[in-house]
């Protein structure tokens, strides 16, 4: 289960960058290199991008589905249900709000006089 949750971390991560990588306008890492495009041409890395994205998105959601399968469920009974259920406190208490003392006014108290 560790494996996994080290490999969801990283393709994360790795997604996290490349999308960070990506200009939303068509720039991005591809008009850095917009000079040096004998060896990779801007179309060619803004595909290799678009690609990247959608194989770690694909793997992210893989791996996700693989962790929820190890995931160790707990097998618990009806009894034990019950019995949390009857441990909780049977009625709990109000809290006490102080009163006003004596000859206080409280605002919805205040009367107006006619003058």
């Known amino acids: 289960m560790s494996f996994i949750t080290i490999l969801i971390v990283l393709v994360s991560v790795f997604l996290i960058l490349i999308v960070l990588v990506?200009?939303?306008k068509g720039g991005g890492l591809a008009s850095n290199f917009s000079a040096s495009n004998q060896v990779m041409g801007v179309r060619k890395t803004t595909d290799f991008l678009e690609k990247a994205t959608w194989t770690s998105a694909g793997a992210l959601l893989i791996l996700c589905f693989v962790a929820v399968m190890f995931v160790d469920k707990g097998t618990i009974g009806?009894?034990?249900?019950?019995?949390?259920?009857?441990?909780?406190?049977?009625?709990?208490?109000?809290?006490?709000?102080?009163?006003?003392?004596?000859?206080?006014?409280?605002?919805?108290?205040?009367?107006?006089?006619?003058?």
């Open 78 to 115: 009806a009894a034990e249900i019950d019995e949390k259920v009857n441990a909780l406190p049977t009625q709990q208490e109000m809290p006490a709000f102080p009163t006003p003392a004596q000859g206080e006014q409280t605002e919805g108290d205040a009367t107006e006089d006619g003058e």
């Open 22 to 24: 990506q200009n939303s």
